[in-house]
């Protein structure tokens, strides 16, 4: 089997990877509690309540 006779370039390798960016960025929904942007179906990161209930204490405080 032919293999590469000279590895490819660094430049030549990146211009392969140009188009491994990410293209969706994350759904951010408003938390009902504090209106701060949260992902679905987290807790959210400032006050800590995830479906009405409080699941990280230590976020409220």
């Given amino acids: 089997m032919p293999l590469p ?3 490819h ?3 030549r390798r990146n211009k392969r990877r140009s188009h491994y960016r990410l293209t969706n960025l994350p ?3 408003t938390c009902p509690k504090c209106n701060e942007p ?3 179906h987290h807790a959210c ?3 800590g309540f995830y479906k009405g209930r409080l699941v990280v204490p ?3 405080e």
Avoid: D, G, V
């Fill in 5 to 7: 006779k000279r590895r």
């Fill in 45 to 47: 990161p400032a006050c």
């Fill in 38 to 40: 949260r992902l679905p």
């Fill in 9 to 11: 370039s660094i430049s």
């Fill in 58 to 60: 230590e976020a409220a």
């Fill in 27 to 29: 759904n951010l929904s």
